[in-house]
């Protein structure tokens, strides 16, 4: 991101949205179940879900309650869209 010049837009996105605070995490993360999530990891805006795997498992998770889990809000569809437009 800092070699494409990215940074400072991704990070006043990030900021814009109440998520800058993930930017600067540092976390141990597992290779095996980190490729498994992202090969698997399908949204449907019109259910407001997201589906994924992990060891094998399928799981549905609503917006909502990723939102909660995360610590973060649900911005709707023209919040996003001013959020776009702002960048």
């Known amino acids: ?3 494409l010049g990215l940074e400072n ?4 996105l990030f900021f814009n949205i109440g998520w800058h605070e ?7 993360t597992y290779k095996q179940p ?3 999530f992202l090969s ?3 949204r449907n805006d019109t259910a407001r879900v997201i589906t994924f795997k992990l ?3 399928q799981h549905r998770l609503k917006y909502k309650k990723l939102n909660k ?3 973060t809000y649900d911005i709707n ?4 869209q001013l959020l776009m437009d702002s960048i």
């Open 55 to 57: 060891q094998g498992r």
């Open 40 to 42: 698997t990891y399908a």
């Open 77 to 80: 569809n023209s919040d996003l």
């Open 9 to 12: 837009h991704l990070r006043q």
């Open 1 to 3: 991101i800092e070699r």
């Open 69 to 71: 889990i995360m610590g």
């Open 34 to 36: 980190t490729i498994e």
């Open 22 to 28: 993930f930017l600067d995490l540092s976390a141990r």
